[in-house]
């Protein structure tokens, strides 16, 4: 309060729904934006689960459980929408649900080609050798939870060869 009476503005709402407290939890699982991104791309079921998961490690936890293509698509829309989150905070332009669901396709798409998993039996009789794929995908994951506080974070960053990020992911947890 004596904060803002000096004239910073401390905005805590949720920068694509102006709702109060945006968390990790709203923004992924509950902000009414999200919520059609879920339904268009039939894992609605999906954001029911993780919704449910008690803090952000259980959501990473939750998410690399799922099915193999299941858990790229979670992955990319998750991706698709925290980076629509930094360009609404930033005033620009706003992606429709369709085209947002066709982009999370297509990188859905881009990466089950690009990391095919590689406990994929061959049914072929003649099996051949493929040689293992030159890029290596770093994934990185951290959190924080204080019990004290009841507030806590996450992030998870997938960096190639290159070290070009290939997608990277945050949150904040607070509890009441
Ligand atoms: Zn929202």
């Known amino acids: 309060m004596n904060i803002a009476r000096r004239g910073v503005v401390l905005d805590t709402s949720c920068v694509v729904c102006h709702r109060l407290f945006e968390d990790g ?86 990466w089950l080609r690009f990391f095919k998993p590689s406990t994929k039996s061959s049914t072929t009789s003649t099996p051949r050798w493929t040689c293992p794929p030159a890029e290596i995908i770093k994934i990185n994951t951290d959190g924080a939870f204080l019990e004290e506080t009841r507030n806590g974070g996450w992030g998870a960053l997938a960096r190639d060869s290159n070290g070009s990020i290939i997608f990277a992911a945050d949150g904040r947890i607070t509890h009441a």
């Open 25 to 110: 939890g709203h923004l992924f699982f509950r902000c009414k934006g999200v919520k059609p991104l879920w339904r268009g791309l039939q894992i609605e079921n999906i954001r029911l689960q993780l919704m449910e998961c008690q803090g952000p490690i259980h959501v990473l936890e939750c998410i690399l459980k799922l099915l193999y293509e299941k858990k790229m698509m979670t992955f990319a829309l998750l991706w698709a929408w925290w980076s629509e989150r930094n360009e609404t905070n930033h005033n620009e332009s706003r992606l429709s649900t369709g085209e947002f669901i066709f982009l999370i396709k297509r990188s859905t798409d881009e």
